[in-house]
């Protein structure tokens, strides 16, 4: 069965230091703070946390459904997923230095426009999330549980 507690918990934790990371770094002083560094790696190891275990324990699930349409959500999320990844991990690579842990912001508006575009992406996955993907994953498993 899936923990939707342990979802939760991860989108508001990812929410909550998405909101935290754009107000510091609105001010270009606070994007050198450890502080901020330290939200932002926080923030990024939880996206990919997230993104795996949404892959793995609901779409891993959907994804051998015999119904076709749940199939094609399943692999809709995928898709969507490996695109997240993707453009995250340019992201990180433009705007930051991993085994240093810190930013390296060479234009501040710049990095502001890709930063909200980014967490909007990600922020908007986490809403499909809880309105398509975790409806339809209890939807299933309470017809499971009625069938036995």
């Not at 793995?56 to 692999?75: H, M």
């Not at 990844?85 to 890709?114: T, V």
Request: glycine share 2%; net charge negative.
């Amino acid at each position: 069965m899936i923990v939707f507690s342990q979802l939760h918990a991860q989108n508001h934790k990812i929410t909550e230091l998405s909101n935290i990371f754009l107000y510091l770094v609105q001010n270009r002083e606070m994007c050198d703070t450890e502080t901020a560094c330290d939200v932002f790696f926080e923030y990024s190891t939880k996206v990919k946390e997230h993104i795996e275990l949404v892959d793995r324990e609901i779409c891993g699930r959907l994804i051998s459904y015999p119904d076709q349409a749940v199939k094609n959500t399943a692999n809709r999320f995928l898709s969507g997923s490996t695109e997240i990844k993707r453009i995250f991990n340019q992201y990180l690579k433009e705007w930051c230095s991993e085994p240093q842990r810190r930013l390296q912001i060479r234009d501040h508006q710049h990095f502001l426009s890709e930063t909200q575009q980014m967490f909007g992406l990600v922020l908007d996955r986490i809403q499909r999330e809880t309105e398509h993907l975790y409806p339809l994953i209890r939807k299933l498993e309470e017809h499971a549980a009625e069938a036995a």
